[in-house]
Nanobody
Framework: QVQLVESVGGLVQAGGSLRHSCAAS????????MGWYRQAPGKERELVAA???????VYADSVKGRFTISRDNAKNTLYLQMNNLKPEDTAVYYC???????????????????WGQGTQVTVSS
């Protein structure tokens, strides 16, 4: 049984920081690339950041320089460090797992096999 369990989100003031995590179980963590997606009201789900099994990363332009994705394979845990948060970062955040055998763009949510439950992050102005 595969589970991706996200930490709680919360309410953060603009300019603040939040460290979000996703604990994986029931899968071989090192055999999956991992990603963070978010979906704001009225907007499509978008990839925030992704990290390969080997540690290579990609970021959405809107979060470059502010967010950092990382993983601890020994702990089967994915992290997203969010700094200098902005109101436009307000969204439901999801972690997702992508098999290393999967083809296609890492930006496509359809290529991810498993998903966390989603947690709300709200940034006040």
């Amino acid at each position: 049984q595969v589970q991706l369990v996200e930490s709680v989100g919360g309410l953060v003031q603009a300019g603040g920081s939040l460290r979000h995590s996703c604990a994986a179980s029931g899968l071989t963590f090192g055999s999956y690339a991992m990603g963070w997606y978010r979906q704001a009201p009225g907007k499509e789900r978008e990839l925030v950041a992704a990290i390969s099994s080997g540690g290579s990363t990609v970021y959405a332009d809107s979060v470059k320089g502010r967010f950092t994705i990382s993983r601890d394979n020994a702990k089967n845990t994915l992290y997203l460090q969010m700094n200098n948060l902005k109101p436009e970062d307000t969204a439901v955040y999801y972690c997702a797992a992508r098999s290393i055998t999967m083809s296609g763009s890492v930006y496509s949510f359809k290529t991810y096999d498993y998903w966390g439950q989603g947690t709300q992050v709200t940034v006040s102005s």
